[in-house]
């Protein structure tokens, strides 16, 4: 079982910017950054496969990167240029999915408690 922890949440103006990063106790294949927004559904930020093909919401494209490092078993999220529309809890996940895609919520089986990002205008 893999566990997932989150870090480098905060608060931020508008333009900012943010890292977050997740740590993985163990190998992951498909990682992604999901967010919550209050009274919202959870959606898809981004993914990378272990081979680091990446995928972006169109939402973040351009402002967002993701990456990771294989030999830590951790998963990052650079946030620039945030808007307040980006506040949320963010939370990371993995999976075995193929790639093409972020995906859906259904598709990760294993997920991080979350940490929240809140940007102000």
């Known amino acids: 079982q893999v566990q997932l922890v989150e870090s480098g949440g905060g608060s931020v103006q508008a333009e900012g910017s943010l890292r977050l990063s997740c740590a993985a106790s163990g190998n992951t294949y498909m990682m992604a950054w999901f967010r919550q927004a209050p009274g919202k559904e959870r959606e898809g930020v981004a993914a990378?496969?272990?081979?680091?093909?990446?995928m972006y919401a169109d939402s973040v494209k351009g402002r967002f990167t993701i990456s990771r490092d294989n030999a830590k078993n951790i998963l990052y999220l650079q946030m620039n240029s945030l808007k307040p529309e980006d506040t949320g809890v963010y939370y990371c996940?993995?999976?075995?999915?193929?790639?093409?895609?972020?995906?859906?919520?259904?598709?990760?089986?294993?997920w991080g408690k979350g940490t929240q990002v809140t940007v102000s205008s």
């Open positions: 990378i496969s272990r081979g680091g093909a990446t």
């Open positions: 996940a993995a999976g075995t999915r193929p790639g093409g895609s972020i995906g859906k919520v259904s598709e990760y089986t294993h």
